[in-house]
């Protein structure tokens, strides 16, 4: 079975600043790899997905994630933090065949200063 | 295009009792999921379902059941509640199998 690892529970940045979001996963093979991102009191919101087509993916908000296989990572990032950018964020992997039945780290609450 | 639709939007139960809950995918998606999110647990699948069948299955007892009717919507039942099944149940739909999901705001079930 797959599995996720976020670094970090929490990440706090500065308005501005560098915005990055750790996450390894399990699997040698590539699977469907996803970052969703959770505002409070609402769902999942698909920010980006990997399916093997190019190893940068470029998402929504001006969040991009860069495959990389030989360090099975999918780090979320983005050049420069807005306050808006505070919530949670998910990274996701497909356990199985097709983009189904995701495998979800525990989550990285980013927090935004001033 | 609306988004997927859960309902209700909260709900609060007593332990012993049993609960539906609802969802409406996006109009053209044939795909639908469910997640349990907890505090402890994190986002857990539940199960998913596919042309009124279910394809893949969380480990979850079987007092978590589901079905899909033929437009698509999918209901989620839970039998003899316990506290530990206080959550938000999120459902999620895509257009086939390879495709993203979208999610639901969820329902948030509060077992007292």
């Keep these: ?114 | 295009k609306a988004g997927v639709t859960q309902t209700p939007r909260y709900l609060i139960k007593t332990r012993g009792q049993q609960v539906t809950l609802s969802c409406s995918p996006i109009s053209g998606h044939r795909s639908v999921s469910w997640y349990q999110q907890t505090p402890g647990q994190g986002l857990q699948f539940l199960f998913e379902y596919f042309s009124e069948t279910q394809r893949n299955k969380g480990n979850f007892p079987g007092r978590f059941s589901g079905r899909q009717f033929s437009n698509s919507r999918s209901e989620m039942n839970v039998s003899t509640l316990e506290l530990g099944d206080s959550a938000l149940y999120l459902c999620a739909s895509s257009l086939d199998s390879y495709q993203p999901q979208h999610f639901g705001d969820g329902t948030r079930l509060s077992i007292l």
């Design chain 1, 1 to 114: 079975a797959q599995s996720v690892t976020q670094l970090g529970s929490h990440v706090s940045v500065s308005e501005g600043a560098l915005v990055l979001l750790r996450c390894n996963y399990s699997s040698s093979v590539p699977p469907y790899l996803f970052w969703y991102v959770q505002y409070p009191n609402q769902g999942l919101q698909l920010l980006l997905k990997y399916t093997s087509a190019a190893t940068l993916v470029k998402g929504i908000n001006g969040f991009e994630a860069e495959f990389k296989k030989s360090e099975t990572s999918f780090h979320l990032t983005k050049p420069s933090a807005h306050m808006s950018d505070a919530a949670e964020y998910f990274c996701a992997v497909s356990d199985g065949q097709g983009a189904q039945k995701l495998v979800f780290g525990q989550g990285t609450r980013l927090t935004i200063n001033p």
